[in-house]
């Protein structure tokens, strides 16, 4: 049995060692922040160079001086605090790490995967309920991905059931139309009709039928009143029973009502769920000994991946060389994890993580350092991808070369067959960086969007989410293809959705901190400009808009003649649930210390196994 390692073959869905990696690890009337969205293209050496000339403009004009180029390395505007973890995973490495107990648990995880395996197809006989529960359980413990077959025979065979229409009982037809809307079937809304009463009140008065009438609902789309109505009268009554909940339960309702399941990341909560499946005895404890096995080798190619990623971001010598920009690479790596989890998926994190962490580096160096000179510069630089600009602080050379010598380790992991994916990633960071570069001209003129649809057209893509989509696809095997990255180029409605989503929720989060220091207008700032209204009524607007562009997204999710595969979709979906955690309460990635808990649990501490 091959070992669960990186640096070895990573481990497959089923188990067995998965195919080997084709490397060794797998001003004009037009203000400028509205210019056009750029198609990919292949480059030539030399096809746009910073020019001397513009150079020399900036040397002779006295924009750059070394004394204050100096000054402002010194800086840290925005307060960020260094990182917590540091060089904890260089060192850390678990003495099960390719032992002999790693072995044993491979072979007791392969026992208890065919027992659980026969348990599943057994459950046909099962009821409705049991055989939903027992699909909940095993996603929710994070062991789906070993069941994918077995899984889709029995959600076809849900689907196609009319046991749901004869059901007066709300909670299973909650779980039925949560289950099967999560995994793309379009199932009517009607089926909640016969649980309102004539003043159209729902009747479900238990807490544990609230909540999940409460999360199947969040999958609606735009129309559906039915679903609308009822995330209205649940969340008014799951808020009135709260105070009177006590344990699993009344955790369950407070994360419901923070972030809807639907929208919640299941691997940064596998190991709540064990713990708790286990100590309440709510699933088979073959299940629950099989979701720890599983978790505990998860980790070990977790922590191996993360070495491999701290070596690499210490290569950047971010902590002497930008002082100025966040620390933030284990956190990176936590959020890229909550877009694909599974063993098979290691070389599309490991690209991943190292994408976002270099959108960071980019939105900190524009936000807190470069001049609107020296942004112009680094833009039109990174445009060319060749590294042709003297004139540039150190620090933004280093970060030019850095990018550059990154994306060649990316291309080298690639196949032959795979290299056309990257003029994509090229292009989508072209756009970041020129819409980074359009944020700093409405900085320093105080613009403040007289719409939210105009501030959107720029700063839905200075989240860089569109750019991570793209990136989500470049480690991906054979289910990305170059209709896939054509696809994504377009900016379809998901991918859109993704984008506002993410600035939506990162400008509520935000707002009081950028107040601080001087800042590009927030959505909140237009909307208030554009309607003349308070903050507070500007936050709640903005609250609506971001639960309208979630429509959006279930909206395409559902689409039925959807030609992308389910599992590119499926990594777009989980970028977005990202979103929501990364900024719940707060800007979390900013200020990572509420962070710390979650990358504990989840890729430090082990379960004991017997």
């Known amino acids: 049995m091959a070992s669960f390692s990186v640096h070895a073959q990573p481990w497959s869905s089923s188990c067995q060692p998965a195919a080997a990696a084709p490397s060794q690890r797998q001003c004009s009337t037009t203000p400028p922040w509205r210019r056009p969205w750029r198609q990919p293209r292949t480059r030539s050496p030399g096809t746009l160079r910073c020019r001397q000339a513009q150079q020399q403009l900036l040397l002779s004009t006295g924009v750059i001086q070394q004394d204050a180029v100096d000054d402002r390395l010194n800086k840290n505007p925005c307060n960020f605090h260094p990182s917590i973890w540091g060089d904890f995973f260089l060192y850390h490495s678990s003495t099960t790490a390719a032992s002999y107990e790693q072995q044993e648990w491979i072979v007791q995880l392969e026992r208890l995967k065919e027992e659980v395996g026969n348990m599943i197809t057994s459950s046909v006989t099962s009821s409705l309920l049991e055989r939903l529960h027992l699909i909940d359980a095993l996603e929710r413990l994070c062991v789906n991905h070993l069941f994918e077959e077995e899984i889709n025979i029995l959600l076809m065979q849900i689907s196609s059931s009319n046991n749901v229409n004869d059901c007066d009982d709300v909670h299973t037809v909650a779980m039925w139309f949560y289950l099967l809307r999560k995994h793309g079937y379009k199932v009517s809304q009607d089926v909640f009709v016969k649980f309102k009463d004539e003043e159209g009140n729902f009747i479900a008065k238990n807490p544990m039928d609230l909540l999940a009438l409460y999360n199947a609902a969040h999958y609606r789309v735009h129309g559906e009143k039915i679903l609308d109505d009822a995330i209205l009268f649940t969340k008014r009554c799951l808020h009135s029973m709260f105070p009177s909940l006590e344990g699993s339960l009344a955790r369950e309702v407070k994360c419901a009502l923070e972030i809807p399941l639907p929208r919640r990341v299941g691997i940064y909560e596998a190991n709540y769920y064990i713990s708790t499946y286990e100590k309440e005895g709510k699933v088979h404890d073959m299940i629950v000994q099989l979701a720890k096995l599983n978790f505990n080798l998860m980790q070990l190619q977790y922590q191996e ?64 350092y470069g001049t609107i000179e020296e942004c112009e510069l680094f833009t039109k630089c990174l445009e060319s991808w060749e590294l042709v600009a003297d004139e540039l602080p150190d620090c933004m050379k280093h970060v030019l070369e850095k990018v550059f010598q990154s994306y060649q380790i990316i291309e080298q992991e690639l196949s032959e067959d795979e290299k056309y994916r990257m003029p994509y990633l090229r292009s989508f960071t072209e756009d970041l960086v020129r819409n980074y570069n359009r944020e700093v001209k409405m900085r320093e003129e105080s613009y403040v969007p007289k719409s939210v649809e105009e501030h959107l057209q720029i700063s839905s893509r200075t989240g860089a989410c569109h750019l991570l989509a793209c990136a989500s696809l470049v480690g991906m095997d054979v289910t990305a293809t170059k209709e896939s990255f054509d696809w994504v ?47 507070e ?16 997204f279930n909206d395409e ?51 004991p196994v017997n």
């Open 305 to 368: 991946e993360l070495d491999i990623i701290t070596r690499w971001w210490k290569d950047l010598q971010i902590q002497s060389k930008l002082p100025f920009a966040r620390d933030r690479i284990v956190e990176c790596y936590l959020w890229m994890l909550g877009v694909y989890y599974e063993p098979n998926c290691s070389r599309g994190r490991i690209i991943l993580t190292k994408v976002i962490s270099i959108a960071t580096i980019f939105d900190d160096t524009f936000d807190s």
């Open 489 to 535: 180029s377009t900016m379809p409605k998901m991918v859109l959705a993704l984008c506002t989503i993410l600035r939506l929720v990162d400008d509520l989060k935000t707002y009081e901190r950028e107040q601080l220091t001087p800042h590009v207008a927030s959505s909140i700032d237009s909307y208030m400009k554009q309607h003349d209204v308070s903050i």
């Open 537 to 552: 009524m500007a936050r709640f607007k903005i609250e609506e808009l971001k639960e309208e562009h979630w429509k959006d």
């Open 557 to 607: 999710w559902l689409d039925p003649d959807s030609a992308q595969p389910r599992k590119l979709l499926e990594a777009i979906f989980n970028l977005t649930r990202t979103m929501e955690f990364i900024y719940n309460q707060a800007d979390n990635f900013t200020y990572c210390h509420n962070l710390k808990d979650t990358i504990s649990s989840l890729l430090v501490e082990a379960f």
